[in-house]
């Protein structure tokens, strides 16, 4: 157990309490909870009397982060830690090497959007990459059971922050950069020296492995020797495939040998994330015939591309909620579509306004019909979300539905022979977050009784 907390409500007896002046809460306002709870010691950074020993810091955060790198980082060194980084692909990629290593027998645990997810236990996380409390105990305990290695998503958040601090990865991987969090990075160019940044955690023997076809690569790639590529043009090579809305068939190349591959994840961005994962397990000492072996018990993780059958139509569900990501899995499902293609789509509130427009006018350009509805609005008022949205908008082949539920059934209502319907932003959240109260909505779930109630 560390000897650290920093909520209040779960200090166990004999831990010290680091009370942090958060974005939201204030830990120092909960010293007296922690005392109560067991706590035998406090460091905070006001002046305060307490009944048991108390250490005024500069900044808790700092104080915490620096402790629990000395004492705990060693401790976790014989892991072997992969992270991956990217706007979009972190989730499918990371999710999918999890899958292919568990398969190949080793005892892996994987990090992220969807959770924490080792052998038969999953927990759920506030962030795609937890505080480095949350992260260091997670890691400690899945190590002290056996566990040997780790596959965790790294956002741009959690460098800036340094959720990361003291672990060192034996393999990096770079997904794609575009547009999103300029909310909290404010340009292009901060949002990709925060992702450069993973480059610092690599260990000396470290491999690096990298989508080549995306702009932002070379800005990795001249910053670390050891590099493996994918792409049209990658050390492991696209040579063709064929793409269909349940499986896809891949045909690529590898220093003098060609390979033919079919997985049960579709669209061409799943491509990079499958040869993504392929390229690190391969960097783990893996065959690419033991991987291709294991390749039919791939799924994609929940919420990413997940495919149902509804009255000959197909829905799919994703949690694509950037500019890019709406525009290239439209893009991937106007491919293949054999009739229409209609989207549900919304933007966050008091996040990103920017992206707003930018959405509503690749969701109304790149499909045949379009349902703007809610996703999430938090404090901001629904209407002035959906007024950003509209701005971007010049067609008229949209209808706005605030309420998520009735969006997704009036879809469902509409869709007629090989029509596919995408329900876009949400993904695995089960949940709406009005006001600041979470509200359980699951988009699947909403598909799944429609579903059962036409059978």
């Known amino acids: 157990m560390i000897k650290f907390a920093t909520d209040s409500r779960k200090v166990k007896q004999g831990q010290v309490f680091v009370a942090i002046k958060g974005h939201t809460v204030d830990g120092h306002k909960y010293i007296n909870d922690a005392i109560k709870n067991g706590a035998i010691a406090v460091v905070g950074e006001e002046d305060l009397k307490l009944d048991v020993p108390y250490t005024k810091v500069k900044s808790s955060e700092e104080y915490l982060k620096n402790t629990l790198t000395r004492e705990y980082a060693k401790t976790l060194e014989d892991l072997v830690i992969v992270g991956i980084t990217g706007t979009n692909g972190k989730t499918t990629t990371s999710y999918i090497t999890y899958q292919m290593l568990k398969a190949l027998n080793v005892k892996v645990a994987y990090l992220g959007t969807i959770g924490f997810y080792y052998e038969d236990e999953v927990i759920t996380l506030e962030n795609t990459t937890p505080d480095i409390l949350t992260l260091y105990e997670l890691l400690l305990n899945v190590k002290e059971k056996g ?43 901060n949002y990709l020296n925060e992702k450069l940044k993973i480059i610092n955690y690599l260990k000396k023997d470290s491999v690096f492995i990298a989508n080549s076809d995306d702009e932002a690569a070379p800005k990795f790639l001249e910053k670390w020797s050891n590099n493996l590529t994918l792409g049209l043009n990658g050390d492991i090579k696209i040579n063709n495939y064929k793409i269909t809305p349940a499986e896809t068939t891949l045909n690529f190349s590898y220093k003098d040998s060609e390979y033919t591959v079919t997985y049960n994840l579709t669209s061409k961005f799943n491509i990079y994330n499958y040869l993504t994962a ?23 993780p929940v919420g990413r591309c997940e495919t149902y059958k509804v009255k000959n139509a197909y829905v799919v569900i994703d ?8 525009e290239k899995i ?28 930018i959405m509503g006018e690749i969701a ?72 600041h109260e979470k509200i359980h909505l699951s988009d699947k779930e909403e598909v799944l009784k429609y579903s059962e109630n036409k059978k």
Do not use: W
């Open 278 to 300: 392929l390229a690190i397990t391969m960097s783990l000492g893996f065959k690419i015939n033991e991987i291709l072996d294991i390749t039919p018990k791939i799924k994609a």
């Open 364 to 435: 109304t350009n790149k499909s045949d019909f379009v349902i703007l509805t809610n996703d999430n609005p938090r404090t901001e008022d629904p209407k002035a979300i959906m007024a950003d949205i509209l701005k971007g908008i010049k067609k008229n082949n949209y209808k706005v539905i605030y309420d998520r539920k009735e969006a997704i059934k009036e879809a469902l209502d509409m869709l007629e022979n090989k029509d596919i319907l995408l329900i876009l932003g949400k993904g695995h959240e089960d949940y709406q977050i009005i006001g």
């Open 147 to 189: 566990c040997t290695h780790i596959i965790m998503e790294v956002s741009s958040h959690s460098l800036y922050y340094e959720r990361i601090a003291g672990l060192k990865l034996q393999i990096a991987a770079f997904t794609n950069l575009t547009e999103d969090h300029l909310d909290f990075h404010k340009t292009m160019e």
């Open 319 to 326: 949690y694509a909620h950037t500019p890019d990501a709406v």
């Open 330 to 357: 439209i893009d991937a499902y106007q491919e293949l579509k054999e009739n229409k293609v209609i989207t549900i789509i919304g933007c966050g509130g008091d996040r990103d306004p920017i992206k707003r427009p």
